[in-house]
Nanobody, 121 residues
Framework: VQLVESGGGLVQAGGSLRLSCVTS????????MGWYRQAPGKQRELVAG???????RYADSVKGRFTISRDNAKREVNLQMNSLKPEDTAVYYC????????????????WGQGTQVTVSS
């Protein structure tokens, strides 16, 4: 499964960025997707997950600021990040086909290459 991410960059605190992840897999519409991030010296952590039905889950740290969405026609999952903080600085990874439930999203086996998000204070 190939996942191609885009949209990272450098932004000032309070700013916004939109990340995108595109796949060529035709089964995209049937699988849950997620976004994770990993800051230097820290473990990779879940940011948000979206089910095949479009329902969503978020880490507490990003609730109200980030929005995950999907476009099945484009085979694309997006992460709109608003009110960014320096602590959001990390490499962000798209994840394919995780386990999605009422309690959250558990990662699947396939990852994008990662895109750097840097938020300056």
């Amino acid at each position: 499964v190939q996942l191609v991410e885009s949209g990272g960059g450098l932004v000032q605190a309070g700013g916004s960025l939109r990340l995108s992840c595109v796949t060529s897999r035709t089964t995209f519409r049937f699988v849950a997707m997620g976004w994770y991030r990993q800051a230097p010296g820290k473990q990779r952590e879940l940011v948000a997950g979206i089910g095949s039905d479009g329902s969503t889950r978020y880490a507490d740290s990003v609730k109200g600021r980030f929005t995950i969405s999907r476009d099945n026609a484009k085979r694309e999952v997006n992460l709109q990040m608003n009110s960014l903080k320096p602590e959001d600085t990390a490499v962000y990874y798209c994840n394919w086909g995780g386990f999605y439930s009422d309690t959250g999203y558990g990662s699947g086996d396939y990852w994008g290459q990662g895109t750097q998000v840097t938020v300056s204070s």
